[in-house]
């Protein structure tokens, strides 16, 4: 019961930290708002009706943009602020742990991340029917949890705020830009096939264009390997950065 307290105390001070941030809070409402305003715009010029190929885009650049830019942004932003007041170090020394500030960092930006998610899936345009709910609800919440986890990379390796959003831009040039331009480029289809936000993208293109969709072993490998990856490199980053108790 001490430890569930504990968490909740961490997952309640990153909520205070980031819904009061408003620099933090405008990504998932800018998210929001690019997927509803490009809808109306395709749905203007296309007479009423999108073609799954603009349902298709809709939906790569919502998700994208979700997985990246609030992911990256808001997990990052937070441990750098924290970093930045020299609130974190206080609150490693104390009866918290590792695990209890892990699990408390990524909890409500990870289940944000997944409405947001659901939300673009819905206001995109897209038929339900073609829609595998359960599929894309695992695949969202393993791409999430890796953006969570490269955020906290982030957050460890700034200085302060500014510095985080400097190097969160290269990651979101390549885990976003890619798998939104893959269906331009060969080449760049194939390397989206290797990031976990491209996984996904790929998911919702094919629910767009009605076709079934089930994982690969290739896609369970990107999603699993990319999580250890990411987990392994935080870890590391973490004990470097003296936080891990002896």
């Known amino acids: 019961m001490d430890n569930i307290n504990k968490?909740?105390?961490?997952?309640?001070?990153?909520?205070?930290?980031?819904?009061?941030?408003?620099?933090?809070?405008?990504?998932?409402?800018?998210?929001?708002?690019?997927?509803?305003?490009?809808?109306?715009?395709?749905?203007?010029?296309?007479?009423?009706?999108?073609?799954?190929?603009?349902?298709?885009?809709?939906?790569?650049?919502?998700?994208?943009?979700?997985?990246c830019m609030d992911g990256f942004l808001m997990v990052g932003t937070a441990i750098a602020e924290e970093k930045e007041k020299h609130t974190l170090r206080v609150l490693m020394t104390s009866s918290v742990t590792g695990m209890q500030y892990f699990i408390g960092s990524i909890l409500f930006p990870f289940v944000l991340m997944n409405i947001i998610n659901i939300v673009v899936l819905v206001i995109s345009g897209i038929s339900m029917s073609q829609v595998s709910v359960a599929a894309f609800l695992l695949v969202s919440a393993a791409a999430s949890l890796i953006s969570c986890v490269m955020g906290m990379i982030v957050g460890l390796c700034a200085k302060n705020q500014m510095n985080a959003n400097l190097i969160s831009y290269p990651l979101m040039i390549v885990f976003m830009?890619?798998?939104?331009?893959?269906?331009?480029?060969?080449?760049?289809?194939?390397i989206?096939?290797?990031?976990?936000?491209?996984?996904?993208?790929?998911?919702?293109?094919?629910?767009?264009?009605?076709?079934?969709?089930?994982?690969?072993?290739?896609?369970?490998?990107?999603?699993?390997?990319?999580?250890?990856?990411?987990?392994?490199?935080?870890l590391v980053l973490y004990r470097r950065n003296g936080y891990e108790k002896d």
Request: aromatic share 8%; hydrophobic share 55%.
């Open 177 to 190: 830009m890619i798998p939104m331009f893959g269906n331009l480029s060969e080449k760049l289809h194939h």
């Open 192 to 234: 989206s096939g290797f990031l976990f936000t491209g996984v996904l993208t790929e998911m919702a293109s094919g629910f767009a264009e009605g076709m079934p969709y089930t994982l690969k072993p290739l896609d369970i490998a990107v999603l699993i390997g990319e999580l250890i990856i990411s987990i392994l490199v935080f």
């Open 7 to 67: 968490l909740t105390a961490v997952a309640q001070i990153k909520w205070i930290c980031i819904s009061r941030n408003t620099a933090i809070m405008i990504g998932p409402l800018l998210t929001v708002a690019m997927v509803w305003m490009f809808k109306i715009l395709y749905s203007i010029n296309s007479g009423g009706d999108l073609s799954p190929i603009l349902v298709s885009l809709i939906l790569s650049l919502g998700i994208s943009l979700n997985l």
